[in-house]
């Protein structure tokens, strides 16, 4: 049982660049979420699925996309990075039935 | 929407002293107050939560109180131990049916030290 598992670990762009953060879970959750890190900023989210083929924006959604065309994936996607999108990435899920979201280990992402 | 204000941003405390980390939150429908804890490198982790019809909650050494009233919560730590230092989140929710959206606070740095 792996938990939440994030794909890759780090990752530096070029502003303009795109790119997709891959999110994984195995714990049959129907609930995924997108946060960014910034220092001083706490997590905030970025979008969210309640469902396998939903998304819906969260806090900060402007630059990023989501899609969640299975269950236990939940990818982010860069269409054109800015050096405002240097920030650390952590995917969560968690269960209908519960309050407990479970985090994974993060993705830095820097953007030059 | 909601609001989370974080108090203080960094801490230190002597091993074997308490610590005290207080938010305070805007909307009066929130109902579930979770404390996420983060070492370094790593992504947060539940420590403890309370819902909106209990006070207090403790779990050995960690507890959580909640003021409804006053609109804010705060997180105790007794007997800090080295381990304990880290980064110490807040959050609220208002349920609203669709997916369990968490407002954090912007953290806590807590360093105990020997």
């Known amino acids: 049982n792996a938990g939440v598992t994030q794909t890759p670990k780090f990752r530096v762009l070029k502003t303009g660049q795109s790119m997709t953060l891959l999110c994984a879970q195995d714990m049959n959750h129907e609930y995924m979420y997108w946060y960014r890190q910034d220092p001083g900023m706490g997590l905030r989210l970025i979008h969210y699925s309640v469902g396998e083929g939903t998304t819906a924006k969260g806090e900060v959604p402007d630059g990023y996309n989501v899609s969640r065309l299975k269950k236990q994936n939940f990818l982010l996607g860069l269409e054109s990075a800015a050096p405002s999108q240097t920030s650390v990435y952590f995917c969560?899920?968690?269960?209908?039935?519960?309050?407990?979201?479970?985090f994974g280990p993060g993705t830095r992402l820097t953007v030059l | 929407g909601e609001n989370v204000e974080q108090h203080p941003s960094t801490l230190s405390v002597q091993e074997g002293d308490s610590a005290v980390i207080k938010c305070t939150y805007s909307d009066s429908a929130s109902n579930y107050f979770p404390w996420y804890k983060q070492e370094l490198g790593k992504g947060p982790q539940l420590i403890i939560d309370i819902r909106s019809n209990v006070g207090e909650k403790k779990d050995q050494r960690i507890a959580v109180t909640l003021n409804k009233t006053a609109k804010h919560f705060s997180l105790h730590i007794t007997e800090t131990q080295p381990e304990d230092s880290a980064v110490y989140f807040c959050a609220a929710r208002k349920f609203t049916g669709g997916g369990n959206k968490l407002t954090f606070g912007t953290g806590t740095q807590l360093k105990v030290e020997l």
């Open positions: 969560a899920s968690s269960s209908s039935g519960t309050d407990t979201q479970y």
